[in-house]
Every structure is written in C-alpha cells, then in structure tokens.
C-alpha cells in the first residue's frame, strides 16, 4: 500500500505476511527534473520519515523514478541560495544535513538502488545507506567545486565511505566515476545490468528479513561506537555487557532459543502480503 505520495517523493508501505513488520520505499520522484534536491524535495524527505519512525520497519529502500537517481542540487534552488544571506544559507543547508543524518541512524537496513546519474547531494544519501546496489551503467560526481562550492554537508558521510587519501581526489577533480570505480571507492556494493536491479535488490531484502530487526539495529549501533577507537579494555568491557544484554533480552533468547530447537524464529519474514 501506498501511505504518501507527494509531487516530489512516494512512500510505500507494504506490510509482511507474517506480521512481523514492514518494508518502506522511498522513491524520489521528480523524472522530468533529474530527481534533483530542492527545499520542497528536503521537507517531503523529511515528513515520510516522521512517518516511519512511527512503523516497525525491517527495511527501508531508497530509489528514484525516471533516467536519473539524482543530479544533485535543482537548478532554482541554487538560483535562490545565491540570493540568500549567510544566515539563511546556513538553515537552508541544515535541512539537507539533517535529513542525511536521520538516514545514516535510520535503525532498520536501508538500502538505495542507483541507476543513470548520481551528482553532488545524491552522494550523501548514498552514502548514508547501509547497502547500495547501482547499474553498470551508473555514474557519480562530486561536482561542487566546478561551481565554486564545496561538498560540505556531505563530506563526513563520503569521506567515511571513500577515505580521506581518495576524497582529496575526487572532492578536487570533480571528475565523473564509473560504476566499476565506485565500487572500488567503496560508494556502492553491488553493480548489476539495469534489467536486474529490481531482482539483485529483491535477494538482498529476502536475506535481510531472515535476521533479527533488534539485533540489526543493534549491530548498526555498534558498528559507530567501534568505529576508529582504539581497542584498549574499556572497549572491550563495553563490547561484553553488549553482547550479554542482548542474549538475555526477549529477542535474543527466542533466536537462541530457535536455533536450539531446530525451529523458525519468530521475526523471520515469511514474504511480501
């Protein structure tokens, strides 16, 4: 089922068979403008996810409708940007950087399909996703500097992906990237031909609802605090009473539990309804 579709973004929502929860998609739907980013784009973003922090989501799939993911930055919001004071300039960005942070801590998966061009701010929602799968035929830009910008906003989520040895290429070429090299540079998983993104996708999710939505959080969680510390016994000691919160909570012991007596655990996901 459909719960939103706006001018510029759809979410569907389509509940599991076994009830155990939901997998969201959002689609960026601006075909005729490249999916570009604007203000009305941002806050429809925005609004979807308010939504679905109130769903039990198991999985959140980011696509796009048309030729493009997204071009980047629509060409009247910029217009309009060159306009606005330093102040303004500075709300105006935050809108984009805190969508892309509510991404980046989404709790269940979330996995974004590429496919045509993915320029400028279509890098940080990429890049804030767990897993992303992109056509062979797909091609990225961090453009910014022909225009006489910088990738600001999305900076810690590209440079987190790529390094900071490859970022100080790229952010200073503003060269376009293959598939095969954004593979390389870690912006994407997967390539596949165009025909079979829908089915690569579709094997992806069927793994993704066999495990456990708290656990995933959990790991999602754990995979930030580990995360460039040095592994000295405070995080060790943290690391143990982790792991024995999580075996002693309902979740855990159902999938102990499950595992033991050679039986389906209760979230495994039975299908689509």
């Known amino acids: 089922m459909t719960a939103s579709n706006n001018n510029n973004l759809v979410l569907d929502v389509e509940p599991l068979k076994n009830g155990s929860g939901v997998i969201a998609t959002l ?22 996810l308010d939504e679905l922090d109130q769903l039990p989501v198991r999985l959140l799939i980011l696509k796009s409708s048309g030729k493009h993911f997204c071009t980047g930055a629509d060409l009247n ?10 102040e303004d300039n500075f709300k105006d960005a935050q809108q984009l950087a805190q969508l892309i942070q509510r991404l980046d801590l989404f709790p269940a998966p979330t996995l974004a399909l590429i496919q045509g061009a993915a320029y400028g701010g279509a890098l940080g929602l990429i890049t804030a996703c767990d897993m992303t799968i992109a056509t062979e035929s797909a091609r990225f830009c961090l453009s910014e500097v022909k225009l006489g910008l910088m990738p600001a906003v999305i900076s810690p989520y590209v440079v987190r992906a790529m390094g900071e040895r490859q970022a100080r ?10 598939c095969w090299q954004a593979q390389q540079l870690n ?14 996708a579709q094997a992806i999710a069927e793994q993704l609802l066999q495990n456990a939505p708290i656990a995933m959080a959990e790991a999602k969680q754990l995979i930030r605090t580990v995360s460039n510390q040095t592994i000295n016994e405070s995080l060790i000691n943290t690391n143990c009473e982790k792991i024995a919160r999580v075996r002693t909570s309902e979740e855990g012991q159902e999938g102990l539990s499950a595992f033991l007596e050679k039986r389906t655990p209760a979230w495994k996901a039975g299908g689509n309804s």
């Open 27 to 48: 689609c960026l739907n601006r075909p005729e403008m490249g999916n570009a980013l604007n203000e009305a784009l941002i806050a429809e973003f925005h609004r979807a």
């Open 187 to 200: 912006i994407i998983h997967e390539r596949c031909r165009e025909d079979e993104l829908a089915a690569t």
């Open 169 to 178: 290429r790229y952010f200073l070429s503003a060269e376009t990237i293959n």
């Open 77 to 86: 919001w910029m217009r309009q940007s060159k306009d606005l004071s330093q």
